[in-house]
């Protein structure tokens, strides 16, 4: 499992079903956002994201709630 250090915040992976895997937004020590894909082709699309510096900050988390990263 990977994590990705932003300025601030950092985005893990996590398991999540079978090959399929969560994203835990991670601020001050806490989870902030969990970010599930429907697919695995949308969990290699974040990867390829973060992997490129995206911020999911106002992304949707899978729950239908908006990521809120500055607040």
């Known amino acids: 499992m990977r ?3 932003r300025n601030g915040y950092e ?3 996590i398991g999540f079903q079978f090959n399929l895997n969560e994203f ?3 601020k001050n020590g806490g989870t902030i ?7 695995i082709s949308d969990m290699d699309a974040f990867i390829a994201e973060f992997d490129n510096g ?3 900050d106002r992304w949707e988390d899978g729950q239908g709630n908006r ?3 500055y607040f």
Do not use: G, M, Q, Y
Request: a neutral charge; charged letters at 25%.
């Open 67 to 69: 990521i809120k990263i």
């Open 24 to 26: 835990a937004v991670v």
């Open 33 to 39: 956002a969990i970010i599930t894909p429907e697919t």
């Open 3 to 5: 994590t990705w250090k």
């Open 54 to 56: 995206e911020c999911p």
């Open 11 to 13: 985005i893990k992976e």
